[in-house]
C-alpha cells in the first residue's frame, strides 16, 4: 500500500503523544504497575463514521456522548440508533482511526487496566501492510466499548500493527 510507512509512522508519533495522557502526581508508581485487568463491553464497532480525524475519549456523561454520536451519526443517510449506556453504572471509551483511503484498517480495545489513581486502555491500530490487496474505498475505522463508571483519571496507550486483514 503507498503510504504505508509515512502512515505508520503517523500512527506512532500518536501513540508517543498519546501515551503520556495520565499526569497524576500522587500516583508515580502506576507506571510501574500494569494494574488490575477491567472487563469491558463492546457497544459498537464499524468502518464507517462522520468522525474523520483520530480521537482516544472516555466519557463520563450523557451529554458528552450524545455530542459523540452525533458527530459519529454524520456519516450515515440513516443513522444508527444510538446504544443506550447506563452512566450511572457505565461510561464509553471511544477509538476513532479517522478518515482512511483503503479498506484494511481495523481498531481494537485490547484492553483496560486499573491502577491505583488511573486507569489505562490500551488500543491497536492495525494498518494494512504494504504486501496488502487492498480496494480503494474510504473508511474511518471506529470501536466503542463500555467500562465500569470511575472518577479515576483514563489515559490511553497505542499499539500499531501491520497486517493483512
Not at 457497544?43 to 458527530?71: F, H, P
Not at 488511573?118 to 501492510?129: A, E, G, N, Q
Request: glycine content about 6%; overall charge negative.
Amino acid at each position: 500500500m503507498k503510504g504505508g510507512f509515512a502512515l505508520l509512522a503517523a500512527m506512532l508519533l500518536l501513540a508517543w503523544s498519546l501515551g503520556g495522557c495520565i499526569a497524576d502526581d500522587d500516583d508515580n508508581d502506576d507506571n510501574d504497575d500494569p494494574g488490575d485487568p477491567v472487563a469491558f463491553v463492546l457497544l459498537t464497532s464499524g468502518q464507517t463514521s462522520g468522525i474523520d480525524s483520530e480521537r482516544l475519549t472516555a466519557l463520563s456523561q450523557q451529554a458528552a456522548y450524545n455530542r459523540l454520536w452525533q458527530d459519529h451519526e454524520t456519516a450515515f443517510v440513516i443513522p444508527p440508533e444510538q446504544p443506550a449506556v447506563d452512566f450511572s453504572q457505565r461510561m464509553v471509551v471511544a477509538a476513532f482511526l479517522g478518515q482512511r483511503d483503503t479498506d484494511g484498517y481495523q481498531v481494537e480495545v485490547v484492553e483496560v487496566r486499573e491502577r491505583e489513581h488511573s486507569l489505562m486502555v490500551t488500543v491497536r491500530f492495525t494498518i494494512p501492510d504494504d504486501d496488502c490487496p487492498g480496494t480503494e474505498t474510504t473508511t474511518q475505522p471506529y470501536r466503542l466499548v463500555t467500562i465500569p463508571q470511575t472518577d479515576k483519571v483514563v489515559g490511553f496507550t497505542t499499539e500499531v500493527r501491520e497486517s493483512c486483514p
